[in-house]
């Protein structure tokens, strides 16, 4: 902005005594501007212009510190900003005129001869000896100040560089093995193990049923001592295959009681296949991936990373919130003075609910579209409901009347009601961290304002669904 100001010419020859010359014609506005001047084999040079239609006033520039990081300067610079305000500008990344360079900020620094009638404001910023900031100031002149032909004693306040950030940063945090596929398993085995055969959920059913008649083993459906009943159902029973699973024939060439049983209902065939999906599912381990959301807010002095959600790559996009009755704790507070570009985060432990979200996922993708509860007991009232809509009697007659008619309904309730136990799904652990944090947070300030403008996770996760971890090991 030269304010109309021009040159003569924009190259000149020098003379036989080597001298050359090019004249500046001033403009009619006030205005301040740099001439460069180079020549190939001699240094550039700069120089800095000022138009004034107003006069000059001189400043004696003194410097009011009251933070700690400036013994660590190894250059400490000041300047004038022309043309500009303090509010618009990076100290840190502007492009000086009339820079000094200073001992200490004990130093005052005499600009003399500054326009009155041209913007400017005086800076000044340390840097250590890589380069990083440390401290800055910025002042524009009061305009009492600006009168031609005075000197002016004036101070700035200079403050030390310290890192906040505007709001919260969203951050993702990756990790894998997470343990959370074995999890499941061990939460769902009658689950799992009912999708392994074609007849997977009568299999059970009727184990349950000869443990019952037989004084077996009630928490896993065991055989215990044959009776002349068990033995006849036993009988009519699918024969195993190589896997162990009991097929479509029974030993007599008939069709087998668990194949039966499956065709009482589509939807005892449908949720059979609910089963065989969740396990296919499971096998191929599709929860060891996962991404957490999590937010980080700074302030001087104090860092607040906060855990939203995860997301399991392997399952699909979606965004699985916390728990709400675990959410208040996954916000955890660190030391953070804001003079470094990272900041180290210890051992740290959180409940974040894996178990309990991985359950969901699961109960969303296979059994919400069949409205089936990841229940034992519910589970079980829906197979009664369907053998019920397909019977022109009670439930328990029709399977009575299926299986052997020397039952009772109160064999049949009892078998349900085992197998009920059987379904039952281990509830997660309320109590203890089942996910561990550490490693590095750096952030970058492009623009060198104090305000973080990205924030770059290293962070290892450590993950058992459990939560038996330790933060004092790190480890189980």
Known sequence: QAGGSSLSNVSAITDTEGMAGISINAGTSAAHFSISITQARAVPITLDVTVTESGMASFDLAFEYSGFRADEATLIESGILFDETCDGTSVFLASFSRTRSLNSLYDVVRYANLPVDVPFAFAVRLFDGDGHPLASGCLEPPAETLVPGVDVDISMSVADYILSSDGSTLITLSGSDSGLSDWMIGAL????????????????????????????????????TPTVLSEEIMDLRGILDSSSCRGSLNSHGGTSLEAAFHSLSTDIH???QAMAHLRQYLELAPFEQITLAATVKSAPGLLTLTLQSMTFPVTGTTERPLPAALSAGATMEFDFPGTQ??????????????GEVGLQVVWERFFLPLSVPLSGYGIMELLKSYIQEASSTTWQQELIDLFNTSLTSQDIERAFALMANLLAVSDPALEGYDLLLSGILGFTDENRDGIVDTVTPDITLTMDPEGDLSVDLGTK
């Open 189 to 224: 085995p009658a689950w799992y193990e009912a999708g392994r055969c074609t007849y997977g959920v009568s299999m059970q059913l009727l184990n349950c049923l000869v443990s019952w008649l037989e004084g077996g083993d009630p928490s896993t459906c065991g055989r215990g």
């Open 341 to 354: 570009e990272s900041l180290a985060i210890p051992v740290s432990g959180f409940r974040i609910g894996l």
């Open 270 to 272: 449908a949720l059979q």
